[in-house]
């Protein structure tokens, strides 16, 4: 198993995309099967970091223009803006193969140890997306549900009932219409079957529920032309977004939340100091193992102020318009 240095690449390109600059081999199949487990994964871009970190101007206030009179001087207001830094941060995995299990499985044996390896590493890299805090862990970047905190502005309610409310789409279209430049919906999946149930009642959704498929022949649901997202698919592993959210009105902990995105370049998009890395390392002195390494210096940014926003308050059952 050789080792594939990739090239770096110099601007945005989803996930999907980006695994295909990569040179054939062990890091490139490791994050074609991140790719495979995880939606979200697939469609959120990458960009190169400088030193761990992603430096921009966040726009915090619009310039001022209008006309000027006779013999006045033009308007030299520039707006405000907020300096704003974005780490990375480390991932060090390993995949121990035990010798003796190689000599009766060949390599067989290794290779299905690593395809596991990769697909717990796409659903965990999904859940930071989504659920990373720095708060309680200074080893994580900060995912969407930290970063959705102003109400009203990119975090909504979508019940103020105890217990939470069924999904309407009249505020999931306010969600929508707060973010700039959607790309995506985010999704529980555990609500995929009611959007199936409304795709099919034409007073609730009026054909703007639309279906596609991905390069994998997954089936993309979309709405408002919208590709939705959902993570990855039912496993012994906690979904991406699972129903177990206290909502605004308080009540039994039976909720969930839908995020609006825009995954695109100066909005929102992981970063990478080094592209992740796959390397045979081969046998560990003393031990009956054959050693393999995988390496990812990574973060999350959120470049512009309204790349995301999130309704939360949502449970199970049939979606009202």
Not at 15 to 31: D, I, L, N
């Amino acid at each position: 198993m050789a080792v594939t240095i990739t090239q770096q690449i110099t601007n945005a390109l989803p996930m999907a995309e980006y695994a295909k600059t990569m040179e054939m081999g062990e890091s490139r199949t490791f994050v074609m099967n991140m790719i495979q487990t995880s939606d979200l994964f697939a469609a959120i871009p990458v960009k190169p970091a400088v030193n761990g970190k992603a430096a921009f101007m966040d726009i915090a206030q619009l310039p001022t223009v209008g006309f000027r009179g006779i013999n006045q001087a033009g308007n030299t207001n520039t707006g405000r803006f907020n300096l704003r830094e974005e780490d990375t941060y480390f991932i060090d995995e390993y995949v121990f193969a035990d010798r003796a299990l190689n000599d009766r499985l060949g390599g067989e044996h290794r290779i299905k140890q690593e395809k596991l390896k990769s697909i717990a590493l796409g659903q965990m890299a999904s859940q930071m997306i989504v659920n990373g805090d720095r708060t309680s862990s200074p080893t994580q970047p900060n995912g969407l549900k930290v970063r959705c905190a102003t109400l009203n502005t990119n975090y909504f309610n979508n019940s103020a009932a105890s217990g939470g409310g069924v999904l309407s789409l009249a505020n999931l279209d306010i969600l929508s219409w707060a973010v700039n430049q959607q790309t995506h919906w985010l999704f529980p999946r555990d609500l995929m079957p009611y959007m199936d149930a409304a795709a099919r009642n034409n007073t609730i959704v009026n054909q703007a529920v639309d279906y596609t498929q991905d390069d994998f022949g997954r089936r993309i649901m979309k709405y408002k032309g919208y590709p939705i997202l959902f993570g990855y698919e039912p496993d012994d592993t906690t979904d991406l977004l699972p129903f177990t959210e206290v909502g605004s009105g308080g009540g039994a902990a039976q909720c969930a939340s839908i995020y609006a995105l825009s995954l695109k370049e100066d909005h929102l998009y992981l970063i990478e100091q080094t592209p992740l890395l796959v390397e045979d390392e081969g046998k560990v002195v003393g031990q009956p193992f054959l050693s393999t390494h995988i390496k990812w210096d990574w973060g999350i940014a959120r470049e512009h102020p309204r790349a995301v926003a999130r309704l939360d308050s949502i449970k199970v059952g049939a979606i009202v318009a």
